[in-house]
């Protein structure tokens, strides 16, 4: 019995892994209530304090009644019981596309008792209490328009009223629309559009409100030969008036989220505004929020708040009023974050033994100068160190991503070093990862780090080498340029798990979970096809039926949505 037992788990983990950790933590079935009896027919049956799910008679034939008067689509079976039932509509040749089981022991006791694999390996079965998730739920109805239910298996539970429920479960029509808004200017600009580019591998129709475009009036505003003050406030109304035209933006599109990135300019009134329109709104921190403390008076205004530091961080959201703080980490973009093949002219210029990237802030200057006597090239404008003026490399000029990629490609070792302006050495409280860990990561390349709380969730000790001090750090770079081919292996493991588990679509396709409603979650993730008015007459010219007013009109609506994209 163990050993079927092991075969029908494995065959479940293939196709439900969450599904067979559940049934793997099942130890007492009898403690529950739960045995197994044989029918007259000789067949096993699953039996629940004594009452048996299936027919004590002829299970299998009862079965087969069942399945040849269920309906012909689609459909999921709610209640496997001893599985006779399931089995059976997908020897008639039914699409069951899910099996949902209210009782985990049940399921537990009939993959000791029968052979499933065929079943358990071709349809996901699922525990109900996974299904408090909505999106899951609607995923699942968004796959089957019909429930068969197995009565003794879903009696007097909660899977009953599901059954009852099915067909009002709300199914999206139309894929959702996001507007993505991005800074003035500033450092995530860049992962705005990334994020926007994330988006739109989803099925969600996607927008950038692009605000750089209006950078220049904003840099106007600040050179104009007022005080201080009277600078800061113009800015601040320049800024309040893209505001409002991000509201109008998603008015008029219809939006059914947007999702701001750090520094979007979003005031309080605009996101208030954007409730009163029924538009969800989501932002994603991706700043110190030490640095940056603006989050503050914004946490109330916005339905999600996203930040890159865990722990701490999100108390102080909650404490603010944020309805939902998340942690949400950085991220890389493999299309242009990526491993690429130097020239012998690239090679001249970017090659190195050490390499660093960014901005001078203070720790960086002070730690940078303590290897000064090393083969290091120094990328980014801004650094005036005289100890370090012979390193500085590109005419110290601002780099763009086509030469971030080349200086990461050319480094033997790229130093990365998170940035503190209040102190000479290592970041105190380094509770968040940088984009550079990503980056770097992504393109291939090997990467020295400095030592972050986050750190070990995001990437395994031999994936990812830290540093302490300056002194392990200096210990690090001699051992690792001293053997490339552990430099190679650690990069390598470094770049599959950034592009499996760190990617800037797999953090949107996480937003998109959970900021939009569940049905037009379902609808962005799963990619649903929806019935467009041209197959819409076809099928109704096969099956010779008719069309009601409400659902003609809806057709129409759709088909004009999709080829001149109103709404």
């Known amino acids: 019995?163990?050993?079927?037992?092991?075969?029908?788990?494995?065959?479940?983990?293939?196709?439900?892994?969450?599904?067979?950790?559940?049934?793997?933590?099942?130890?007492?079935?009898?403690?529950?209530?739960?045995?197994?009896?044989r029918s007259a027919a000789g067949d096993p049956i699953v039996e629940l304090g004594g009452r048996?799910?299936?027919?004590?008679?002829?299970?299998?034939?009862?079965?087969?009644?069942?399945?040849?008067?269920?309906p012909a689509g689609p459909l999921v079976v709610a209640g496997l019981g001893s599985g006779y039932l399931a089995e059976a509509l997908l020897a008639s040749g039914r699409a069951v596309t899910a099996v949902i089981e209210p009782r985990a022991e049940v399921l537990a006791a009939a993959m000791h008792a029968r052979d499933l694999t065929r079943l358990l390996a071709t349809v996901p079965v699922w525990c109900l209490s996974s299904l408090v998730d909505r999106v899951a739920l609607l995923r699942l109805r968004a796959a089957a328009a019909d429930m068969v239910a197995h009565p003794p298996a879903v009696q007097g539970t909660a899977l009953a009223g599901l059954v009852d429920q099915w067909a009002d479960l709300p199914v999206a029509r139309r894929a959702p629309r996001v507007l993505v808004v991005g800074p003035i200017y500033g450092g995530s600009l860049e992962t705005a559009r990334a994020t926007a580019r994330a988006v739109s591998t989803t099925s969600a129709e996607t927008r950038l409100f692009d605000a750089s475009v209006f950078a220049a009036g904003h840099h106007e505003m600040g050179a104009l030969a007022v005080p201080d003050t009277e600078r800061r406030r113009l800015q601040g109304e320049h800024a309040a008036v893209l505001g409002r035209a991000i509201v109008e933006v998603a008015r008029e599109w219809r939006a059914d989220l947007v999702l701001a990135l750090a520094q979007a300019p979003l005031g309080a009134d605009d996101l208030e505004a954007l409730r009163r329109l029924h538009i969800a709104s989501a932002f994603w921190f991706v700043e110190n929020e030490r640095v940056l403390t603006y989050w503050r008076h914004l946490a109330p205004h916005y339905d999600w708040f996203y930040g890159i530091q865990p722990g701490r961080f999100l108390e102080r959201l909650a404490e603010a009023g944020a309805a939902r703080p998340r942690y949400l980490p950085m991220a890389c973009d493999p299309a242009v974050h990526r491993p690429v093949?130097?020239?012998?002219?690239?090679?001249?210029?970017?090659?190195?033994?050490?390499?660093?990237?960014?901005?001078?802030y203070l720790n960086r200057r002070r730690t940078l100068v303590a290897l000064a006597d090393?083969?290091?090239?120094?990328?980014?404008?801004?650094?005036?160190?005289p100890a370090l003026a012979h390193l500085v490399c590109g005419e110290g000029r601002r780099f763009d991503v086509e030469a971030m990629v080349r200086i990461f490609a050319g480094s033997a070792i790229n130093l990365n070093l998170h940035s503190a302006n209040h102190v000479t050495g290592l970041d105190p409280d380094p509770d968040f990862v940088n984009?550079?860990?990503?980056?770097?990561?992504?393109?291939?390349?090997?990467?020295?780090?400095?030592?972050?709380?986050?750190l070990p969730e995001l990437f395994a000790p031999d994936e990812m080498v830290a540093f302490g001090s300056v002194a392990e750090l200096r210990a690090q770079i001699a051992h690792y340029l001293a053997h490339p081919d552990e430099r190679a292996a650690i990069a390598a493991r470094a770049r599959a798990r950034a592009i499996a588990d760190h990617t800037y679509e797999r953090?949107?396709?996480?937003?998109?979970?959970?900021?939009?409603?569940?049905?037009?979650?379902?609808?962005a993730l799963d990619g649903i096809e929806f019935e467009t008015l041209p197959m819409a007459?076809?099928?109704l010219e096969t099956t010779r039926a008719m069309m009601d007013e409400d659902e003609a009109l809806m057709r129409i609506v759709l088909e004009v949505e999709k080829n001149w994209g109103m709404r």
């Open 537 to 539: 007459l076809e099928r």
């Open 52 to 70: 048996a799910l299936d027919t004590r008679r002829d299970p299998k034939a009862a079965a087969e009644r069942a399945a040849a008067a269920a």
């Open 1 to 37: 019995m163990r050993e079927l037992f092991e075969r029908n788990l494995g065959a479940l983990a293939e196709r439900a892994p969450d599904t067979a950790a559940i049934i793997r933590e099942i130890k007492d079935l009898e403690a529950a209530g739960v045995t197994v009896a």
């Open 341 to 360: 093949e130097l020239t012998a002219a690239e090679r001249a210029t970017y090659g190195c033994a050490i390499s660093f990237a960014g901005a001078p």
């Open 507 to 523: 953090r949107a396709r996480q937003i998109l979970r959970d900021a939009l409603p569940a049905h037009l979650a379902v609808a």
């Open 374 to 385: 090393l083969d290091f090239k120094i990328w980014g404008d801004g650094w005036n160190e």
């Open 435 to 454: 984009p550079r860990t990503f980056e770097i990561a992504a393109c291939g390349a090997f990467q020295l780090v400095d030592r972050r709380t986050p």
